[in-house]
């Protein structure tokens, strides 16, 4: 009986990750207005692991570069800036959305429209790349 307990418990150690993946959840692309080389990303980031990691670096076929952004309104004038790194707190969650925290697809080669889908991918500083098809819609 004992051997069987101790089994099951090295499987259950097997089983169990060490960090948990963060999850990519609710994505989309702002479809292109007319004559746009650039356009916003928006989703929520999960960090269901109990130690903070770091989206660093964001990649897709459908542009020439992905950045995130900050905006930030100070003393009445909005500015935006790019971030090296996205901090994701351990069991924490990061909603990129539009007026705030977003990423940017810059030099598209083509225009995308509503219903297309683009492969992305997400490096994390621990979890290493996550791979998701993001779809491109109209904004609400």
Known sequence: MRRHALILTAGLLV??????APVIQDAWIREAPPGASVLGAYMTVLNRGDRPDRLVRVTT??????EIHEMAVVDGVM???PLAALPVPAR?????????THMML???????KAGAQVPMTFVFARAGAIRRVVPVKRAP
Do not use: N
């Not at 076929?61 to 992905?66: K, L, N, S």
């Open 79 to 81: 500015s935006m800036r």
């Open 15 to 20: 089983a169990t990750p060490a960090h948990a």
């Open 61 to 66: 076929p459908a542009a020439g570069r992905v």
């Open 92 to 100: 924490g969650t990061v909603v990129l959305k539009p007026r705030s």
């Open 106 to 112: 810059m030099d598209l080669p083509r225009p995308l």
